[in-house]
């Protein structure tokens, strides 16, 4: 369907000198990022280095104040846009913990996703096709699409819904925030290939983590080092095994950045902040 169209011209997102504040504080610190569809990209970093408030912002979840900077798809600012009216320009979001839709069965949620990012009417007879297809190109269970979204999901169930998801909206640019996280090495590899399986010329895929290991099969043409919420260190695949040999540590000392700038300040300040 929108072949013609990605012959023609590559959807490209662009970040450009991104800053955003949380109640307040910044934490985005100037971020440039450039990810066209067919091209997979990796963003890596510490805990609390930014990553997810990236993904965040260029969600338009609401909660965060961009200062400065701006955010580009396809040729249009999109920072004035609303997360449906960005979903429906092609861009997807998979969260880091995703949400509970008590009383709507994955398949329901996702026929009404479908119609709403697209804009036009499938029948339910078509749409079962579409996600069958999907399903059996990702070894997703019958049982599985019939439950209610996200109700009583393992964490790899609920990581493996949303790479469905992924497949049957097929969007131009995927952000996935850490799709690994709190997977077992069975499910990482059954999502990881399932992501692999979905990367191709139409798909552009920033993929955000700490861990190499989801790299070992979601293989990235670019690596992009967060830190302190700024891109500290770019490279290609030989960048990810690097940081796992030196560890963040190591690439802070290496960049130069101290351990404040690194975003390392609850050595001195106040409680260590509690999350993960
Ligand atoms: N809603 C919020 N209220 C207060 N602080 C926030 C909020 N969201 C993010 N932060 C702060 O922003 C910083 C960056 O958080 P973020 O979630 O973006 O990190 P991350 O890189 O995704 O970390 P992780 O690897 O643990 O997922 C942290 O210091 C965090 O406490
Ligand atoms: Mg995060």
Redesign the pocket.
Known sequence: MATADTLVQTAELEIRGLHAS??G?E?LKGIDLTVRQGETHALM?????????LANVLMGRP?YQVTSGEVVFKGEAILGLTPDQRAQRGLFLAM?YPVEVPGVSVVNFLRTAYKAIKGEEISALAFRKHMKEKMDLLGVEDDMVRRYVNQGFSGGEKKKNEILQLAVLAPQIAILD?TDSGLDIDSLKAVATGVEKLIGPSLGVLVIT?YQRILNYVHPDFVHVMMGGRIVKEGGPELARELEEKGYEGIRQEVGLSEEEA?RDDAGSGPA?G??
């Open positions: 949380v109640e504080k934490i970093g510490p805990n609390g280095s930014g990553k997810s408030t909660g880091q850490e700490h975003g902040r999350e993960s």
